[in-house]
């Protein structure tokens, strides 16, 4: 009972990861997405110069003492 349970699982878990790795490379590839991939991509090394407004800080870093 064991080794059909263990060929079933082998078989048929190795034919779901192929169809979920070809379905995550047709999502990534597909033309509709390289927009938003690019933007994604780009927020990393966008410029923002002005400074965090308060609504913008963590609220653990709202209780932080600075000692100056």
Same mark, same amino acid.
């Given at each position: 009972?064991?080794?059909?349970? $263990?060929?079933?699982?082998?078989?048929?878990? *190795?034919?779901?990861?192929?169809?979920?790795?070809?379905?995550?490379?047709?999502? $990534?590839?597909?033309?509709?997405?390289?927009?938003?991939?690019?933007? $994604?991509?780009?927020?990393?090394? *966008?410029? #923002?110069?002005?400074?965090?407004?308060?609504? #913008?800080?963590?609220?653990?870093?709202?209780?932080?003492?600075?000692?100056?």
């Amino acid at each position: 009972m064991y080794e059909l349970l $263990a060929s079933f699982a082998q078989t048929w878990g *190795m034919l779901l990861f192929i169809t979920l790795f070809i379905a995550g490379g047709v999502y $990534a590839l597909w033309p509709k997405n390289q927009a938003a991939f690019d933007e $994604a991509a780009s927020l990393p090394l *966008m410029d #923002d110069d002005r400074p965090a407004a308060a609504d #913008d800080v963590a609220p653990c870093d709202k209780d932080v003492k600075h000692h100056g």
